[in-house]
């Protein structure tokens, strides 16, 4: 009896490390995070009423966690009385601390990436398997109307389809406490960015483009791809390494700011432009250069500006998840402070932050490039292309200023400098001592998003062509900038 209760207990933890195994396997593809943000709101029709949602703030949530929270409250209403409730959703993993809801993993938002046999957690641990895609036309009561593909998801007899654009729960059975709706979505600050993002990369398109490219040979040259690290909500941030046995390395940062994300598609497009020409990839080879590329340094950035609310899209897709300019946090005389970090009152208001996930990804990852001899940091939206650097705490600055100059020429920019307050290419430039620039590389106007991206092929094709002219400049004048190197090193 007792070898019989043994063996029946071994057979249950083998099926349990076995069940556990595969719930790994399916779920460790994509990063297990909700893209929410505070001030979000979303309204479901129901059968007998309504379901409101709202997301909001936690209160000193930067003191209360590293973890990015919002507080939910979702309100009930059928016939003429309503319910309340609420919990607290942690980001990163889709988890709730919740009174009465009955939601341990958020059922409103699913993960994007997701694909038909995948599985995904909802309620308290409900394991729904995707079963094929819909296309949904939906209405909503501000007049917006839009034709989503969804996924279908299914448990039993539940079933609930959610938008694989936005990962938004759009219609289907939804539980609440000890309730079972019909819910429909009608009412959103919500803004589908999907016609915008056709020209452009999204962390998703990035990862699939870095798994084709990884471990390949091209005309010759090496290219590596590897993660250098994880955001804040857990996803990868990607570097592509081109001649990776090369003795000097240029670096190209892009998505510093998610609301920019026309520096990750022109990044992304550089490498794929280098790739397909011989000549560049010869270039690189016979000057044995390595061409590094960072197209996204803040992947929870892009993903939140994706569906933002236009008022809010600055502010969440600017930012990390845990509202922090990564551009104003990099540890550089942060003690010098700048006009710009003020813009958006939630974002950097420490004089000396720590450095955020995304940030100490990129230092560590750097610090092992051996003879970096030029860093470039892509961004967009200030009033003019122009190119800046560093200038004011050292007497070699003119040179920088020399090399800035001689770039902006190249490409017709306008010339600026700035103090260190926090950007990555301050760092580079006081702390590694490397030349270092930032680039700006577009102006537009209307929205937001137009403000800082091009919606268009040419002006985005436009745009990595100045960058490959940079860079040949760079190859082209290696050893202007070896001299100068050496005169940096000897100011140590
Ligand atoms: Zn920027």
């Not at 607290?88 to 341990?104: A, C, P």
């Not at 680039?439 to 403000?451: A, K, P, T």
Request: hydrophobic share 40%; net charge neutral.
């Amino acid at each position: 009896m007792r070898v019989t209760i043994t063996l029946l207990a071994l057979f249950i933890i083998v099926i349990m490390l076995i069940s556990i195994r595969h719930e790994d396997k399916t779920r460790s593809a994509v990063p297990d995070c909700v893209d929410l943000r505070a001030a979000v709101w979303l309204r479901y029709q129901t059968s007998k009423g309504e379901v409101y949602v709202h997301l909001y703030l936690v209160k000193d949530y930067k003191n209360a966690s590293q973890v990015p929270m919002l507080y939910v409250v979702v309100e009930v209403k059928e016939h003429n009385c309503a319910h309340t409730y609420s919990g607290y959703l942690f980001l990163h993993n889709r988890t709730m601390i919740d009174e009465g809801l009955g939601w341990y993993k958020f059922p409103l938002q699913i993960p994007r990436g997701l694909q038909v046999e995948d599985h995904v957690l909802l309620y308290s641990n409900l394991d729904f398997k995707i079963t094929g895609y819909r296309i949904l036309d939906i209405s909503l009561d501000d007049g917006r109307r839009y034709s989503l593909k969804c996924l279908v998801l299914r448990r039993g007899e539940d079933i609930m389809f959610f938008d694989s654009f936005s990962g938004v729960f759009i219609k289907g059975d939804l539980r609440i406490g000890e309730r079972k709706l019909y819910a429909m979505l009608k009412g959103t600050n919500l803004v589908w960015r999907t016609e915008q993002y056709r020209f452009h990369v999204d962390w998703y398109k990035l990862r699939e483009y870095a798994k084709e490219m990884n471990n390949t040979i091209v005309g010759g040259v090496k290219v590596i791809v590897k993660s250098i690290g994880r955001s804040v909500l857990g996803r990868d941030i990607y570097a592509f390494i081109l001649n990776i046995e090369g003795s000097y390395a240029a670096v190209v940062l892009g998505g510093v700011h998610g609301s920019e994300i026309v520096s990750s598609t022109v990044s992304m497009r550089l490498v794929r432009e280098f790739l397909e020409y011989k000549e560049l990839l010869k270039l690189l080879a016979s000057n044995r250069m390595k061409l590094v590329v960072i197209p996204m340094l803040n992947p929870d950035g892009v993903e939140a500006g994706k569906i933002m609310p236009e008022d809010y899209f600055l502010l969440y897709s600017r930012a990390n998840a845990r509202l922090i300019d990564l551009n104003r946090n990099f540890p550089y005389r942060l003690s010098y402070t700048g006009g710009e970090s003020r813009a958006c009152t939630l974002i950097h208001s420490e004089i000396h932050p720590l450095p955020e996930p995304e940030v100490k990804a990129l230092m560590k990852f750097l610090l092992t490039i051996d003879n970096m001899v030029f860093f470039m940091d892509i961004h967009s939206g200030a009033l003019t292309k122009v190119v800046i650097y560093p200038l004011g705490v050292r007497g070699l600055d003119y040179l920088m200023r020399d090399l800035a100059e001689n770039v902006a020429s190249v490409i017709q920019y306008d010339c600026a400098f700035t103090g260190p307050i926090g950007q990555s290419y301050w760092w580079v430039y006081g702390a590694l001592k490397r030349p270092a620039l930032l680039l700006e590389v577009y102006r537009g106007e209307d929205s937001y998003f137009e403000i800082y991206n091009p919606s268009n092929e040419e002006e985005i094709e436009n745009i990595v062509q100045e960058v490959v002219k940079v860079l040949r400049y760079i190859i082209d004048n290696k050893e202007f900038i070896m001299r100068y190197l050496e005169k940096l090193s000897e100011q140590r």
